[in-house]
């Protein structure tokens, strides 16, 4: 017989079986799912935190002034935005109502970054006094360079609303004094309604 006789026959199956995974492969495996869930929970736990980018600031970031400001801010925007015409000049008194009708002045840099947010608008100003802006009583009383005073109350405390009273004055037949009901929403502040009677005349 030649030499391909002697030949074994031919075994069923495939040509190859693959070797069996190794104890140090399956550990691998094992230990990195074991990080994946535990990255997992890590962000579930951080909650809201986990949203956040490096170097983006968060509400609890701003500090006392920032948030008086963004609060100021959208109060002034909103009754500038429901006056019939926009008004040359926005003034501002420099001072708040408090709980016991003594004013308290708004901090400087209150007053900056206010100047800041609003920088769109009409040129805005702090006056210490109504009498700096008011015209004559013989000619209405209005507010001087077409413009409209504002007089804000003090910022109260809460995360995520409060109420500011606020008024607008233009002349002795153009004034309105209410109460907003101001959300936060990220680090601004919106206008969403008013509280109580709306006082107009």
Same mark, same amino acid.
């Given at each position: 017989?030649?030499?391909?006789?002697?030949?074994?026959?031919?075994?069923?199956?495939?040509?190859?079986?693959?070797?069996?995974?190794?104890?140090?492969?399956?550990?691998?495996?094992?230990?990195?799912?074991?990080?994946?869930?535990?990255?997992?929970?890590?962000?579930?736990?951080?909650?809201?935190?986990?949203?956040?980018?490096?170097?983006?600031?968060?509400?609890?970031?701003?500090?006392?002034?920032?948030?008086?400001?963004?609060?100021?801010?959208?109060?002034?925007?909103?009754?500038?935005?429901?006056?019939?015409?926009?008004?040359?000049?926005?003034?501002?008194?420099?001072?708040?109502?408090?709980?016991?009708?003594?004013?308290?002045?708004? *901090?400087?840099?209150?007053?900056? +970054? $206010? %100047?800041?947010?609003?920088? &769109?608008?009409?040129?805005?100003?702090?006056? !210490?006094? /109504?009498?700096?802006v008011i015209? *004559?009583?013989?000619?209405?009383? +209005? $507010? %001087?360079?077409?413009?409209? &005073?504002?007089?804000?109350?003090?910022?109260? !405390?809460? /995360?995520?609303?409060v109420r500011?009273?606020?008024?607008?004055?233009e002349g002795?037949?153009?004034?309105?004094?209410?109460?907003?009901?101001?959300?936060?929403?990220?680090? /601004?502040?919106?206008?969403?309604?008013?509280?109580?009677?709306?006082?107009?005349?």
């Amino acid at each position: 017989m030649g030499a391909d006789s002697r030949r074994s026959p031919p075994r069923d199956g495939p040509a190859s079986i693959a070797p069996a995974p190794s104890r140090s492969c399956y550990k691998y495996g094992v230990m990195r799912r074991f990080a994946l869930v535990l990255g997992l929970l890590a962000l579930v736990a951080c909650g809201e935190r986990a949203s956040v980018q490096p170097g983006q600031l968060r509400p609890q970031d701003l500090t006392r002034h920032e948030r008086q400001a963004f609060v100021y801010a959208a109060a002034i925007r909103h009754l500038v935005s429901e006056m019939p015409s926009e008004p040359r000049r926005i003034f501002v008194l420099d001072h708040a109502g408090g709980s016991a009708g003594d004013p308290v002045l708004i *901090p400087i840099e209150v007053q900056d +970054r $206010v %100047r800041e947010e609003l920088a &769109l608008l009409p040129r805005l100003k702090f006056v !210490s006094e /109504r009498g700096e802006v008011i015209g *004559p009583a013989a000619r209405g009383a +209005r $507010v %001087r360079n077409d413009g409209v &005073l504002i007089t804000l109350g003090p910022v109260p !405390s809460g /995360r995520d609303q409060v109420r500011v009273r606020a008024s607008r004055y233009e002349g002795n037949l153009g004034s309105t004094s209410q109460t907003l009901e101001l959300r936060r929403h990220g680090l /601004r502040w919106q206008v969403e309604g008013t509280a109580g009677a709306v006082t107009t005349s």
